[in-house]
């Protein structure tokens, strides 16, 4: 006995046990994490454990109705796509049918229509959050008497321009012909004249004769074309109809682009012309 107690002094530390109970997983994986918790969850008063179990059940029931709300979020957008393809395929379908029709009235209630299905789908864009501004704003509108004051302006400034080229054309006429006075005759330069405003004249007219012409061919070689684009037929498929009533703004500045470069190129080439 004196040689035990002798002995366990000697010992550096005392070796000190306690009571434990095992650990539950409660079917979790046996892993650290799991078995810290678990340890943990031992530790902890009834009252603590109610605790922390009631925040894990709040826990998992915003879980669940965060999903929930994904889910519903989702089916809406689903159906506002739909919408959005039916609004749009409908759109193009009373389009097509207001370019196939021939009343007036049916043509103007169908343009209605789609132009009512392309809000349709541009509020349901904006929903989407696809578009952020609308396509098409609202812009205050000129009033007629600017739209006339401009161009009386306009037609002022052409005619003033017209004649201040015209007396710097007859100025420089005569200094040339003042300094054709001082020098040989085979140094002389002809400034334009009579002649030439003759030349001009002769130009312009060659082109009013030539509109004409160029119609009254374009009837006989081909009528259909000619009818089309002559002003004083008026049809319900006819150049001035489906200029205002078909196309897109776009596609009208395109073609009046085109239009007037073309008849430019035509005055150009009119200067070719030779009496």
Same mark, same amino acid.
């Given at each position: ?8 002094e000697?010992?550096?530390?005392? $070796? ?29 008063? !009834? ?5 922390k ?36 395929? $409908? ?10 029709m ?45 739209? @006339? ?25 005569? @200094? ?5 006075k ?14 030439s ?16 012409? $160029? ?7 081909v ?14 498929? !006819? ?11 776009w596609?009208? $500045? ?16 009119s ?5």
């Open positions: 006995m004196n040689a035990m107690s002798s002995e366990t000697k010992m550096p530390f005392k $070796a000190v046990t306690r009571n434990t109970k095992p650990v539950s997983l409660s079917g979790k994986p046996f892993t650290q994490p799991n078995v810290e918790a678990a340890i943990a969850d031992i530790e902890l008063t !009834d009252e603590e454990r109610e605790i179990k009631q925040e894990e059940e709040l826990q998992q029931k915003k879980a669940k109705i965060q999903e929930q709300k994904q889910k519903a979020e989702e089916a809406h957008k689903n159906t506002l796509m739909f919408e959005r393809e039916k609004a749009k395929t $409908a759109a193009a379908d009373f389009r097509r049918q207001a370019g196939q021939s009343d007036p009235e049916e043509k103007k209630t169908l343009y209605g229509w789609a132009n009512e299905a392309d809000m349709t789908v541009f509020q349901l864009e904006k929903e989407l959050g696809i578009v952020t501004e609308d396509p098409t704003p609202v812009t205050p509108k000129q009033s007629l008497l600017s739209r @006339r004051v401009m161009a009386f302006v306009q037609v002022i400034a052409v005619v003033l321009a017209i004649i201040y080229f015209h007396s710097l054309f007859g100025e420089f006429g005569q @200094r040339i012909m003042a300094s054709n001082k020098l040989p005759v085979e140094q002389q330069t002809a400034p334009y004249n009579d002649v405003f003759q030349k001009l004249f002769y130009e312009k007219m060659v082109v009013f004769i030539d509109l004409p012409i $160029a119609l009254l061919i374009m009837l006989l070689v009528p259909f074309i000619g009818f089309y684009v002559l002003p004083i037929v008026r049809s319900k498929k !006819d150049f001035y109809t489906e200029f205002y009533e078909e196309l897109t703004p596609q009208r $500045a395109i073609l009046s682009t085109t239009v007037v470069l073309g008849l430019l190129l035509f005055l150009a080439l200067h070719n012309v030779k009496p």
